[in-house]
């Protein structure tokens, strides 16, 4: 079963920050915080990870609480192209091979 | 999606028929997996491989089988297909990195 809880959908307008929510209150010390994004039927596509302290690339920020119980992605200017199902997930850093586990993600609608 | 290779994109399948799904991967990966997506749910592990020779069940592993002989290649094969395994697979990788890098997805009916 998936580890986290994501809103089933967000809007936001085009130029806006996104900020999507995430709970993983059962993560475990050793398992990172990814988030990936699928636009339409594509295979997913790799944004960001980070294990505590917070991260930035190109693409987003991630922000996780202290107690690592929680995360924001926040997309700073969010455009029509990143309308998208996003998908908050907590892996371990090594063993069992690293594996993904999806749940049903948020499906976020950038509009005008 | 660039370094991972899906054949086929599309295909359609009769009940009890059988085929493999291909990928093939450049990056030297040694971590390879299967998922696969049904209609507006998130993704699900069926298979995935740690190197070359080795293999391991995800959650969703009952009516397939895969083979890891080299770290380019992890076909997973479909023996007496059946409608529930309409589906679209995605096939993915993983190096040294914490960042798994999927392909397009192959398009499956079974009818």
């Known amino acids: 079963d998936a580890k986290t809880t994501q809103p089933p959908s967000m809007d936001c307008a085009e130029g806006r920050a996104a900020n999507l929510p995430c709970n993983h209150s059962?993560?475990?010390?050793?398992?990172?915080v990814y988030w990936y994004r699928q636009i339409h039927s594509q295979g997913p596509q790799y944004i960001i990870h980070?294990?505590?302290n917070n991260e930035t690339n190109e693409m987003a920020s991630l922000i996780i609480t202290e107690d690592r119980k929680s995360s924001t992605l926040i997309l700073p200017h969010a455009t029509l192209r990143d309308t998208a199902v996003y998908y908050c997930?907590?892996?371990?850093?090594?063993?069992?091979?690293?594996?993904?586990?999806f749940g049903t993600g948020t499906q976020l609608k950038v509009e005008l | 999606n660039a370094g991972v290779t899906q054949t086929p994109k599309f295909r359609i399948l009769k009940i009890g028929q059988s085929m493999t799904l291909q990928c093939t991967q450049d990056?030297?990966?040694?971590?390879m997996y299967w998922y696969r997506q049904d209609p507006g749910m998130g993704l699900k592990l069926i298979y995935y491989?740690?190197?070359?020779?080795?293999?391991d069940k995800g959650e969703v592993p009952n009516g397939y089988n895969v083979s890891r002989s080299t770290t380019e290649d992890f076909p997973l094969r479909l023996e007496l297909a059946a409608p529930s395994q309409t589906s679209v697979y995605f096939c993915?990788?993983?190096?040294?990195?914490?960042?798994?890098?999927f392909g397009e997805g192959s398009w499956l009916t079974v009818v």
């Open positions: 993915a990788t993983r190096g040294s990195g914490n960042t798994i890098y």
């Open positions: 059962t993560i475990s010390g050793n398992e990172y």
């Open positions: 980070g294990l505590k």
């Open positions: 997930i907590v892996s371990g850093g090594g063993g069992g091979g690293n594996k993904l586990t």
């Open positions: 990056m030297n990966h040694n971590y």
């Open positions: 491989s740690v190197g070359a020779g080795i293999t």
